[in-house]
T-cell receptor, first 112, second 117 residues
């Protein structure tokens, strides 16, 4: 079945460091891919998305490129801030099953 | 974008009791989803609730344990019945934005954190 695998956390970085959170997927068909972020005490909110191969989603300095050949959607940011501390979830949606599949989440902690 | 309100935001419950979680959306939506987020784990879909029909449950979840109501296009409830400590979790209500037939993002409520003693 469809699945999402993302790197385990927690990830601890200093402010202004470069961030990469790896995400790979398995799916039949052509899924849409998403990154959601959950700040402490809040619900999940969409960070960025890509709906087809080679699309790049971007928001708030975060980027991720839909790589069909490597079935990956890695999240990157060039310079993290303390306010980026949160849990990040990679997710996919396939219209065939009409289901969203979430990864296990990666907790990011940014130190000042 | 949809705004979702969930109540209660948190509760501490006794073993064997039941609790109903309410989810109110500020716009009419066709599909509403109920997820469970256990500590340190991912989101697991419990069921999909469509207005006017019975909820569709995922493998491992049954209606007797998690009855769902969907009386209209803006409201749904999830009841966690006969609770045990294993039901301690965050329960999330979610709706989907669909634009021009293309599935978009999910909007989530802030979640209901249940602790069962």
């Amino acid at each position: 079945g469809d699945s999402v695998t993302q790197m385990e956390g927690p990830v601890t970085l200093s402010e202004e460091a470069f961030l990469t959170i790896n995400c790979t997927y398995t799916a039949t068909g052509y899924p849409s891919l998403f990154w959601y972020v959950q700040y402490p005490g809040e619900g999940l909110q969409l960070l960025l998305k890509a709906t087809k191969a080679d699309d790049k989603g971007s928001n708030k300095g975060f980027e991720a490129t839909y790589r069909k050949e490597t079935t990956s959607f890695h999240l990157e940011k060039g310079s993290v801030q303390v306010s980026d501390s949160a849990v990040y979830f990679c997710a996919l949606f396939t219209s065939g099953t009409y289901k969203y599949i979430f990864g296990t989440g990666t907790r990011l902690k940014v130190l000042a | 974008s949809a705004v979702i309100s969930q109540k209660p935001s948190r509760d501490i419950c006794q073993r064997g009791t039941s609790l109903t979680i309410q989810c109110q959306v500020d716009s009419q939506v066709t599909m509403m989803f109920w997820y469970r987020q256990q500590p340190g784990q991912s989101l697991t879909l419990i069921a999909t609730a469509n207005q006017g029909s019975e909820a569709t449950y995922e493998s491992g979840f049954v209606i007797d344990k998690f009855p769902i109501s969907r009386p209209n296009l803006t409201f749904s409830t999830l009841t966690v019945s006969n609770m045990s400590p294993e039901d301690s979790s965050i329960y999330l209500c979610s709706v989907e934005e669909v634009q021009q037939g293309i599935t978009g993002e999910l909007f989530f409520g802030e979640g209901s954190r249940l602790t069962v003693l």
